[in-house]
């Protein structure tokens, strides 16, 4: 059974900061990687995916990497603000029902809060 | 809507009442699919329709977890006779078919058993 495993479980870290979450997973044979973003009382918001055969994905401030063979996967915040305050979630997905759908995996979670 | 709309948003029951949670995908989504996410935990998957074909029911923890998707669009989770362990967010999310499709996520709904 996959299993997914975020450290830190919480990070508090003043504004301005760099910060790196991590995530591990047990098995390799992943179609892709997703750290999602979740607010108290909302859903999921995907901030970044990456395929299996790619290495690393950017978006803004956000950047993230994936190495399969050691099942790790890194989400770096540059320049860390108040609002990036919030869960995150790192999920993989695996397949299930040959190409028509995937399983997304979770781990628990970091909480960050980036306070002034 | 633009998104997903899951109803209610919270849910109060007392322990052995029967509850029914909504989903309303997004219009044109194949994929249907409901996690539990415990407090504190990431959400854990449930069950997964393809139009209104239950293809994947692995992830209910016990026969008191129905769901069900009529004719492929809402889809109803159902927990008959409800224990503590149940309250949990119950998130509904919707795809286009595909593995490479994303899913995209309501906000969920509050379950808390007395």
């Known amino acids: 059974k996959q299993e997914v495993t975020q450290i830190p479980a919480a990070l508090s870290v003043p504004e301005g900061e760099n910060l790196v979450l991590n995530c591990s997973f047990t098995?390799?044979?992943?179609?892709?990687l997703q750290w999602f973003r979740q607010d108290p009382g909302k859903g999921l918001t995907s901030l970044l995916l990456?395929?299996?055969?790619?290495r690393e994905q950017t978006s803004g401030r956000l950047n993230a990497s994936l190495d399969k063979s050691s099942g790790r996967s890194t989400l770096y915040i540059a320049a860390s603000q108040p609002g990036d305050s919030a869960t995150y979630l790192c999920?993989?997905?695996?397949?299930?029902?040959?190409?028509?759908?995937?399983?997304?995996?979770f781990g628990q979670g970091t909480i960050l809060t980036v306070h002034p | 809507g633009a998104g997903v709309s899951q109803s209610p948003r919270y849910k109060v029951a007392k322990r052995g009442q029967d509850v029914a949670l909504r989903c309303d995908p997004i219009?044109?989504?194949?994929?249907l699919f409901w996690y539990q996410q415990a407090l504190g935990q990431g959400p854990e998957f449930l069950t997964y329709?393809?139009?209104?074909?239950?293809?994947?029911k692995s992830g209910l923890p016990s026969d008191r977890f129905f769901a069900e998707r009529p004719e492929g669009s809402v889809s109803t989770l159902k927990i008959q006779r409800t224990q503590q362990e149940d309250s949990a967010v119950y998130l509904c999310?919707?795809?286009?078919?595909?593995?490479?499709?994303?899913?995209?996520f309501g906000d969920g709904t509050r379950l808390s058993i007395l």
């Open positions: 098995d390799s044979a992943i179609y892709n």
């Open positions: 999310a919707s795809s286009l078919l595909g593995v490479s499709q994303p899913q995209h």
């Open positions: 329709f393809q139009n209104e074909a239950q293809l994947d």
């Open positions: 990456i395929q299996s055969s790619q």
């Open positions: 999920a993989d997905l695996a397949w299930a029902g040959g190409t028509s759908y995937g399983k997304l995996t």
């Open positions: 219009s044109g989504h194949v994929s």
